[in-house]
């Protein structure tokens, strides 16, 4: 399963856990996608969008 943005690409970014002693270990953040039913290309289709891009209306949800 996808963990990008349809609308502007935005995906997992990568950094470390840093314990108090100091210890590092590779983890990752996901994007907030969620599933929506929005308007593209004058068809409703059924997309993942970070809601970013639904906050800042990138995209214009079906009704």
């Known amino acids: 399963m996808s963990k990008v943005c349809e ?5 997992p970014s990568f950094g470390n856990n840093v314990s108090h002693a100091n210890n590092k270990t590779r983890r990752m953040w996901h ?4 599933k929506i039913k929005a308007v ?4 409703i289709k ?17 009704l």
């Open 7 to 11: 609308i502007c690409g935005k995906g």
């Open 31 to 34: 994007p907030n996608l969620q």
């Open 40 to 43: 593209q290309d004058g068809s």
């Open 46 to 62: 059924s997309i993942k969008v970070c809601t970013r891009c639904i906050r800042s209306n990138k995209v214009t949800k079906a």
